[in-house]
């Protein structure tokens, strides 16, 4: 199975089987966060997981959540966010729009509260690298060993399809569990326990490789829990589920957004779908509503109640 179908029917396996947040692709660098990109990070839910659902359901801000404004004290727009009006201005829109800050106006003057102080909600975080076919590992090593060294993530497993030799566990870090996965029945066999990372602690950011030396760079423990609270901000924003589907009569949805091709019996990668496929016949993509599912399905929370706040003489905050 290529990578792509087999990570999506890991991410709908791993939400049903846990009470994590699944997302697909998220950055998960320091000084560089596109140098490395996790297939699969899974975020198990912290002591107030409840507090965050019931706030927002995008992502919020890390440059909202870091403001200068609480919930009792409201403060200009552009006082509150330490950057460039045009990049503060955009800060300020999105946390209004997920619903962690809410405006006011003075005197023709507008201000930013907090709707809820932003609470303590991620637990461990466990990062998958998928490599269905250990046959073609392409620079498996390297990715892994980003991983480990930085230890941003509380432990990193690598999943595949393959069966897993002595030889494949030797070129894979002590430190990586490895799962067997199976797509096609959901079964899934753990070949090796991941070992616990120093993610509270200072790491390694290894940055690129030549021959005879490598980049790297310290990333402090202040600077990892930052980028842990980013990414975990990212997956509950973001999920799993494709944004397209195929737009065919043999497409349909499975296990609450799996696109399933009736004619290939697979799941498939809606990118490759269209008329070079000799099974494409052309018709509207099936409905999915990817909001619902995941609600039903998750811990995550499509429609939250929220937490603003109406109070008399607010307007006497500063």
């Known amino acids: 199975m290529r990578e792509y179908p087999f990570?999506?029917?890991?991410?709908?396996?791993?939400?049903?089987?846990?009470?994590?947040?699944?997302?697909?692709?998220?950055?998960?660098?320091?000084?560089?966060?596109?140098?490395?990109?996790?297939?699969?990070?899974?975020?198990?839910?912290?002591?107030?997981?409840?507090e965050r659902a019931a706030l927002a359901s995008g992502t919020i801000p890390d440059a909202a959540i870091e403001a200068d404004v609480g919930v009792g004290r409201a403060r200009h727009w552009r006082d509150a966010v330490d950057a460039s009006p045009e990049h503060a201005r955009r800060v300020v829109d999105r946390a209004v729009e997920v619903g962690f800050f809410?405006?006011?106006?003075?005197?023709?003057?507008?201000?930013?509260?907090?709707t809820a102080r932003y609470p303590d909600w991620v637990g461990r975080l466990v990062g998958v690298e998928n490599k269905p076919d250990l046959g073609n590992p392409g620079d498996l090593r390297t990715q892994l060993r980003k991983d480990v060294s930085l230890a941003l993530v509380d432990s990193v497993v690598l999943a595949t399809e393959s069966y897993v030799t002595r030889a494949h566990r030797n070129r894979v870090p002590d430190a990586v569990g490895i799962w067997r996965f199976d797509p096609e029945t959901g079964e899934r066999e753990v070949v090796r326990e991941p070992s616990p990372l120093a993610a509270d602690e200072s790491g390694l950011e290894l940055l690129d490789v030549h021959p005879g030396r490598a980049d790297v760079?310290?990333?402090?423990?202040?600077?990892?829990?930052?980028?842990?609270?980013?990414?975990?901000?990212?997956?509950?924003?973001?999920?799993?589920?494709?944004?397209?589907?195929?737009?065919?009569?043999?497409?349909?949805?499975?296990?609450?957004?799996?696109?399933?091709c009736t004619w290939k019996d697979r799941v498939v990668d809606p990118r490759n779908c269209g008329p070079d496929c000799p099974g494409h016949d052309p018709a509207d993509p099936p409905a999915l509503d990817r909001e619902a599912e995941r609600d039903a399905r998750s811990p995550w929370v499509a429609d939250p109640e929220g937490r603003a706040r109406r109070q008399a003489g607010l307007d006497r905050f500063g």
């Not at 699944?22 to 660098?29: E, K, T």
């Not at 997956?235 to 696109?259: F, H, S």
């Open 102 to 114: 809410e405006r006011e106006r003075r005197g023709g003057r507008e201000f930013v509260r907090q």
């Open 217 to 260: 760079r310290v990333a402090s423990a202040a600077a990892k829990a930052r980028q842990r609270r980013r990414m975990a901000e990212r997956a509950y924003g973001k999920g799993w589920r494709p944004d397209d589907l195929p737009a065919c009569a043999e497409a349909a949805v499975r296990d609450g957004g799996l696109p399933h």
């Open 7 to 50: 990570e999506l029917a890991l991410c709908a396996h791993l939400e049903a089987s846990t009470d994590h947040v699944v997302a697909r692709q998220v950055g998960a660098g320091v000084h560089a966060p596109s140098n490395r990109v996790l297939d699969v990070l899974c975020v198990a839910p912290g002591p107030e997981f409840d």
